[in-house]
């Protein structure tokens, strides 16, 4: 094309047109600047006012906006009493793990009055994501929506919607969440639960005192919404539905999935979904509740079993073009599914497809260099010698583990130890394969439910194919685990009840469309197996993302070595990487 242009004009023309060419292909991709000061401030919720951790004085924390293949810089600086490091959850991190965030593992924390830059690229992602702090508690309040756009010049793959709205559910506690958490590890037992959920950080009007503190959006008759989902709550997956309307779920985990229309959705803490949500053709004259509601396998008072709300009002014809809110007019409210209803929960995962096209394919690996089994679950520990606790029972306190191995995260970072080659006395590479101790996981649970303490991670050469099968146990109960996994995006090629059938169950594997994603729920009572390429070399962390398993040890990292490419090893530490 530059020559064309160019025929009969001097030879530098062509040169100088391939460079404009070239300026416009990377003025497409930018980067993106941001400041993140990490403060306190004073919020009140519930009638009550609290100081809590913040981002630039936000409850929640700013949108981070940009574009698939754009570099994103974001200055951190601590001004807090409390150590912290952020998480960019679902960012891949090719190469770049030093940018992860969580403590302990990619990064020592950034302590009082310290900055640290985390430096990234976003490559071959779009769609929803979110920020969270990750150390101790501090996410209950320190998190934020990632909105990532597809390149300029390409359309979603569904009808473009009038408007995107972030949808952020969250957790409120009336007490320090540093201090609930401080104390359930000194007492060995199970932490005080939260005292209402939040929509964009407002409990809404089914809480005492908050119909002022209600997340309201407003719609016009006819017009499309992207609600842009995602589940910031410390310890509750939960279900959502709009009354009246239905959801079409087109994206999970900033991954485009084949569209499905449901009344009613399960979102697990870590998971993000956009769903499309048409407003009805004509002035309703009526008002409606999107509610959002726990699912949980244990006895309820052991977690938060109450129903957040936000409203959906209309544009009422020949009216300004913003609503306002008509309390005279009815008030429409979702049925939501038993706390309990394990059963629409597996309904509405099996019918997560990946789009599975030539634009977007499912690069689901067909063959498998490694296999690995864990279970997942709880366990205890014995009390410190001469006390009792308030675990199961007053000689044990609650711990949980996979492969029976509890993570102890070190006090220096598992990544640095690694590239400096100073891992001896840090970590060791011997995490197990498969359960040390076999047992029938779904009967009866052992005797001894004690489970082992150590800092182990399990080694990976790069490119190597996985196959992971993740197994509830019924050590103190069933229960949903979400599992997310750093650094990578995973098929979920099969699930299923009871215990994992090596012989049998890889025959029903889908491995056309699973859908892909960086956190998956494993069923409770049940397994789930997924599949990834091992094709980003570091140290990643996996773990339970319900706050109080990771507290209490679910969790493991991966150890992927480098390539023999330049393009396929770990790039150095930045200067500014924070010691412990």
Known sequence: MAMAICSGLPAPCSLLLATLLLLIVQAQSVTRHYDFNVQMANVTRLCG??????????YPGPALVAREGDRVVVRVTNRVAHNVTLHWHGIRQLRTGWADGPAYVTQCPIQTGQSYVYDFTVTAQRGTLWWHAHISWLRATVYGAIIILPKHGVPYPFPAPHKEVPVVFGEWWRADTEAVVRQ?????GAPNISDAFTINGLPGPLYNCSAKDTFKMKVEPGKTYMLRLVNAALNDELFFSVANHTLTVVEVDAVYVKPFT?????ISPGQTTNVLLTAKPFYPKANFYMSAAPYSTIRPGTFDNSTVAGIIEYQKPGSPSVAS?????????PVLPRFNDTGFVTNFTSKLRSLATPRYPAAVPQSVDKRFFFTVGLGTLPCPAKTTCQGPTNKTQFAAAMNNVSLVLPSTALLQSHFTGMSRGVYGSNFPVTPLLKFNYTGAPPNNTNVAKGTKLLVLPFNASVELVMQDTSILGFESHPLHLHGFNFFVVGQGFGNYDAVNDP????????????TVGVPAGGWVAIRFLADNPGVWFMHCHLEVHTTWGLRMAW??????????????PPADLPKC
């Open 325 to 333: 809110f008509d309390k005279d007019l009815p008030l429409f409210k």
């Open 262 to 266: 449901v009344k009613t959705l399960i």
């Open 559 to 572: 150890l992927v070595l480098d390539g023999s490419l330049p393009s396929q090893k770990l790039l150095p």
């Open 507 to 518: 025959a029903k594997f889908n491995l056309v469309d699973p859908v892909e994603r960086n």
């Open 49 to 58: 006012t609290k100081s809590i951790v913040t981002v630039n004085g936000e």
């Open 184 to 188: 359930a590890l000194r007492t060995g």
